[in-house]
């Protein structure tokens, strides 16, 4: 077995034992899982009759916002997964067999995927109940949900780094608030960027956030003709700002992790 066909595999098993846990744990999934219904239900509901958007009606607007708030927070799991093995000694066990370093990090952040997944399927079920709809074509939609994922995929890798810089799982969650909550609500997620005041919109337009979730509104075709086309490039381009985003993010976030895996210790 070559060194390539080697990490492969040895990421396979990684992940392979984290998805296990979602069938072992079940309790993890439910509350995972009744999250995202609670963003869709309330933000639908509480502010759907508030707030105005010009062409179309705001739970339309609302469920990509949703979509990309629940993938960030998803990509928590990482971090936190990541933080508890350390805790326990998991991590150290791995680090004593001959094994890939980099596909213990690798395993991880791909099984969270699949919570992911599995999020953004509920999401988009309760999105139908209360109004939203797909508009797009179906190759489209599935374009959507994969650039959702693999956007959630790079912030995992945010995430596993930080898991291995602060010392517990409660450390881990709280800082992953502090990042997450300034990304998606200072976005395009739950009201147009242009609503908001000075800098605000600025920070907005370019955020990733406002990217990912513009892109996920065209491909879903819930943004309706004849709505004015943003004025700055990373909306006018948002597939393209996002993989940029993705590209950068894992391509530095990645090596300093399995950096940081090699020369963590036992917490």
Request: glycine residues 6%; aromatic residues 12%; charged residues 15%.
């Amino acid at each position: 077995m070559n060194a390539v066909t080697a990490v492969f595999a040895d990421t396979s098993v990684i992940a392979k034992r984290n998805v296990i846990k979602i069938v072992r744990v079940p309790e993890v999934m439910v509350f995972v899982l009744m999250s995202p219904i609670m963003f869709v239900l309330l933000f639908g509901y509480v502010f759907g009759n508030a707030i105005a958007v010009e062409g179309t009606s705001y739970r339309e607007f609302l469920i990509a916002g949703i979509f990309a708030q629940s993938v960030m927070f998803g990509a928590t799991f990482t971090g936190a997964g990541i933080a508890e093995d350390m805790q326990k000694g998991i991590m150290d066990r791995f680090r004593s067999l001959p094994m890939s370093r980099s596909a213990v990090l690798a395993g991880r952040t791909i099984s969270d995927v699949v919570y992911n997944l599995l999020s953004l399927i509920i999401m988009a079920i309760t999105g139908l109940a209360v109004g939203w709809r797909i508009r797009g074509s179906f190759l489209e939609a599935i374009l959507g949900f994969v650039l959702l994922l693999v956007f959630a995929y790079a912030v995992s890798w945010v995430m596993a780094y930080i898991a291995l810089l602060v010392p517990s799982v409660e450390v881990i969650n709280n800082a992953s608030f502090m990042v997450i909550f300034p990304l998606t609500f200072i976005a395009n997620t739950f009201v147009p960027a242009e609503d908001l005041p000075g800098p605000l919109k600025t920070f907005a337009e370019w955020n990733p956030v406002s990217s990912v979730t513009q892109a996920a509104r065209e491909l879903f075709g819930n943004i309706p003709p004849g709505v004015p086309a943003p004025d700055v490039w990373s909306l006018q381009h948002p597939i393209i700002y996002t993989m940029i985003w993705v590209v950068i993010t894992i391509a530095v976030f990645a090596p300093l992790s399995v950096n940081r895996y090699k020369r963590a210790n036992r917490r």
